[in-house]
């Protein structure tokens, strides 16, 4: 299946990389690097005559396209291709196409619709507690009611200061409360429902009272039901949307659906985990799972999607993730991204787990910078300043004193 993808490569070496996987001739890899600035739009499986097209029309809007170095010979059955040049250049060579074989007349429609998610923020998600708009930042405090959490494990059990907590988070500029009674650390067991409804029941009491937005992370669909009766308008899921159950209830409940790439489950996901190529694994994983979330009945603009920062990945699949972010923005759903505290950022600096408050801190603002809308954090206070004075910097026009 064809399928599309934006490329954010913050490197030479990354670019090249991209192309020996296109298996273009080695002797113009340095002249595609030349073009790292151009976008650059992915296409896999395209017949080796259409991919032979899409260069020859790229290169006649005076772009190119990277393509297998036996296309020209007709040596390979397809290919995959590199598109580089301008966003315009792009829409012109896929207007050009629309009357081609090969199956390159579907091409114009999907560059279209990439694009237009490219160019704008995602839409507002009307939920029952209010309206999730993504014209500013959206801050996501945490609050686990675990005693064996990797950050915070036992702090909160007591329901007196799990709540008070919640009133703080959001005195600090939390737009969303996230509460969870599983630790899904890695090696971490699985927690009864009856367990994690007993260490919750307090805390849904408490939220109901604020008429705030807040969100269930679970992945037992009892605690999400009991979680959305009290009031939840967000389910939190982080089992990569193995349950269809939990966005089924979601929808019942016209509630937004948070889905989590992950690699295995908590118990084993940090056992060796391995991609081939994460960046294009992780595109295709959320392509695959929102075909199969829309085509169940679930609207597709309940979606948040969340590359799992944490979850059966390496410290550069992590550092991948967040530097590569703008790729999903192609899906057009709000990006959800939680690096707070997480263990990649004690391996990438020998910190250990709460002393990792500016590298949180950092890792937020560069994935604010890269798409993401929501900011799963523990610490409210010091990134909602962060993420605000980023938010202010980018938007800054250059008029004011």
Known sequence: MMLLRPLVVGSSAELAQELQRVEVDP????????????????ITRLSTPAANVLKQTAISFGADAAVHREVITGKVDCSDAIFMGTKRQLRRTVLALSGQPFGLAKLEKKVCE????????????????????????LIMGVLNVTPDSFSDGGLFLD???????IDEMIQDGADIIDVGAESTRPGSDPVSASEQLRRLA??????????????I????PDVARAALDKG??????????????LWQMAGEYCAAFVLMHIQGTPRTM????????????LFRFFSTKLEEIQASGFPRDHVIIDPGIGFGKRVHDNTSAIRRLGELRAFGSPILVGASRKSFLGRLLGLEVNDRLEASIASAVLAFAGGAAILRVHDVSQTRKAIDAAAAIRSADGTSR
């Open 159 to 165: 329901p007196d200061v799990a709540c008070r907590h």
């Open 114 to 137: 990439l694009l237009d998610h490219l160019d704008r923020e995602p839409c507002a998600i009307e939920i029952p507690s209010g309206k999730l708009s993504f014209d500013h930042p």
């Open 202 to 215: 307090p805390i849904f009491d408490h939220l109901q009272k604020l008429h705030i937005i807040w969100s």
């Open 27 to 42: 002797s113009c890899i340095d002249v595609f690097i030349e073009k790292s600035d151009s976008f650059l739009l992915k």
């Open 217 to 220: 992370d679970a992945t037992d």
């Open 270 to 281: 940090q056992q060796d985990p391995h991609y081939d190529d994460f960046n294009a694994e």
């Open 232 to 245: 939840a308008s967000i389910v939190n899921n982080v089992s990569g949307g193995a349950n269809p159950a």
